[in-house]
């Protein structure tokens, strides 16, 4: 009885065992092939792995004069652009959202919707069009406009969800003590606000960084961001720099993905929406 | 509030103003493109076109994107479901740090990821070789819609995830517990409890999830680029081969079609949301 009891329990341990190891394959086995590519000299079929290992498409990357790093640089441009045209737009929706009376307040959450609710292409299909009659196309403005108006929802509704997670009464103690409404703006609510701020600008940052479809119609000819660069790379046949370039992308959103909660604190989360 | 409506209608128009003309003015124009002939009139002749030239795609996306989101429903419920009733700690610890990896990749990067991954000579096929599960002759590539379906659910499962596990989390441990001390297996439960009080949270991560497959260019470009194919592909044919966006218009409107049926669900429910605070 004891013997088939413990009979069992092994065999469930085994299957969680299973079952955990074929994840962890299915999640990072992707992973360690891009890695794979990213310092292989020579992989020919049938070959499980590169024949040889080095770091000369590394080199060629960070070359001084490479276009990789010139895309970096680019992209790195685009998305700070875009964070602060963003922002200054999405945090005085934010706060109007959150504290100030609105008429037709759900119809404006819902327009802020929107975009989330609906595919991108045609938008971004139609947008390169009129921006190759006035002549946006290939401008690092045409790009940052289009970023921004994508990473917009997003950032209004976490700036939002922050300062509704900010104590009105601490506002009220403020302005009672007689502190004039910029000064409580400045030294009360935007400083308790500002760590989802600061996640929501993290997060628009990182859609603009890695925005591929939007800078692939409107960015073309003249603007290769490091999405961009990293497409004609594959589709080119070259692996060893399209994976180095996606090692690249993929270090920012994993370094996120771990610190997240850091930032986004479960007050701000619960207010997300509301 | 003492504040008056303009001061807060004037601190929200610029955000609104960027969302109007960079969003729903080209969605517009989508629609009245599609529909414009030649001459300036009402045509339907876009859509014929699209109809003779794409329509195995039409149903070729359709069903990725159904399919898609079946898988990305069914692995979302496995283990949010096992986060929230597990009974071992240490697994669930486990498998609470290793599912989210692939939240904030992104869908390029994912698709490159998959492009050598799941490529007759990845390292997919190389395991299951080694493992002895294939012979070597029996390999073959995952590059068509299998891999499209992989590679959508790799990415936007640990979204779905999240916020179902968030939602079960929620839940009154008072329900589960009675329930299991009346004798309902884990199973049970959680078809029968904890799935259906987070059952609108679930509804709501997939149609985003759906809406967003839908318009992804870069996965089926990459992994997948021959006929048949996606309709985002075909657009971006149209336009940068032909400049045809007439035809690309009349594709975009019935992607907009099939995205509208979980759109119009996701703004129901939202609505609902801001109604009741």
Wanted: proline residues 5%.
């Amino acid at each position: 009885m004891t013997g088939s009891l413990a009979g069992v329990r092994w065999g469930d341990t085994l299957a969680r065992v299973v079952v955990i190891l074929l994840l962890a394959f299915a999640i990072f086995g992707p992973l360690a092939n891009l890695v794979l590519w990213a310092f292989a000299e020579r992989w020919y079929f049938p070959h499980k792995l590169p024949q040889e290992f080095g770091l000369t498409f590394w080199a060629r990357v960070f070359a001084p004069r490479g276009s990789a790093l010139a895309s970096l640089w680019t992209s790195v441009g685009i998305a700070c652009l875009t964070v602060l045209s963003t922002l200054a737009v999405a945090v005085p929706a934010g706060y109007a959202l959150a504290r100030l009376r609105l008429p037709a307040r759900t119809l404006i959450l819902l327009v802020f919707l929107l975009p989330q609710a609906v595919p991108n292409l045609p938008v971004y299909v139609n947008i390169a069009r009129v921006f190759y009659e006035i002549r946006l196309n290939g401008t690092i403005t045409g790009v940052v406009l289009v970023h921004a108006a994508h990473g917009l929802v997003l950032a209004v509704w976490i700036a939002s969800a922050a300062f509704a997670s900010v104590d009105a009464s601490l506002e009220e103690a403020a302005r009672n003590m007689g502190a004039s409404a910029w000064r409580c703006w400045t030294t009360v609510t935007l400083p308790l606000a500002l760590p989802g701020l600061i996640a929501s600008a993290i997060f628009v940052f990182l859609e603009s960084l890695d925005e591929f479809t939007g800078t692939y119609f409107v960015g073309v000819p003249d603007v290769t961001t490091l999405p961009l660069l990293m497409f004609n790379a594959s589709m080119g046949g070259n692996y060893q720099i399209a994976s180095i370039t996606a090692i690249l992308l993929l270090l920012p959103s994993i370094a996120f993905m771990l610190a997240v909660e850091r930032f986004l604190k479960a007050d701000v989360l619960a207010m997300i929406g509301r | 509030m003492r504040s008056r409506p303009w001061a807060g209608l004037a601190l929200a128009a610029p955000a609104l103003a960027l969302v109007a003309i960079f969003f729903v003015g080209p969605l517009m124009m989508s629609a009245v493109l599609a529909f414009r002939g030649k001459d300036g009139g009402f045509t339907t002749e876009h859509f014929a076109k699209a109809f003779e030239l794409y329509s195995t795609d039409l149903l070729f996306s359709a069903v990725i994107v159904v399919v898609s989101t079946a898988a990305i429903g069914a692995v979302a419920i496995a283990i949010a479901g096992y986060l929230t009733l597990g009974e071992h700690p240490r697994t669930q610890a486990i498998l609470r740090w290793l599912y989210r990896w692939p939240l904030f990749i992104p869908f390029i990067v994912t698709a490159q990821v998959m492009r050598t991954f799941l490529a007759k000579n990845g390292m997919l096929n190389h395991v299951l070789i080694g493992g002895g599960l294939i012979d070597p002759l029996q390999a073959q590539s995952l590059l068509d819609w299998r891999g499209i379906v992989i590679a959508f659910v790799w990415k936007q499962a640990p979204f779905v995830t999240l916020l179902l596990a968030g939602a079960m989390a929620a839940i009154d441990r008072q329900h589960i517990e009675a329930a299991r001390n009346l004798g309902a297996g884990r199973l049970r439960v959680l078809f029968g409890i904890v799935l259906p009080q987070s059952r609108r949270t679930l509804l709501v991560g997939l149609v985003l999830s759906f809406v967003t497959m839908l318009s992804v260019l870069s996965v089926p470009m990459m992994i997948n680029p021959n006929s048949p194919t996606m309709l985002t592909v075909d657009i971006a044919y149209r336009i940068n081969s032909h400049g045809d966006y007439a035809v690309a218009n009349a594709l975009c409107l019935m992607s907009l079609v099939l995205a509208s049926f979980g759109a119009w669900f996701y703004l129901r429910e939202a609505a609902r949301k801001v109604e009741r605070t």
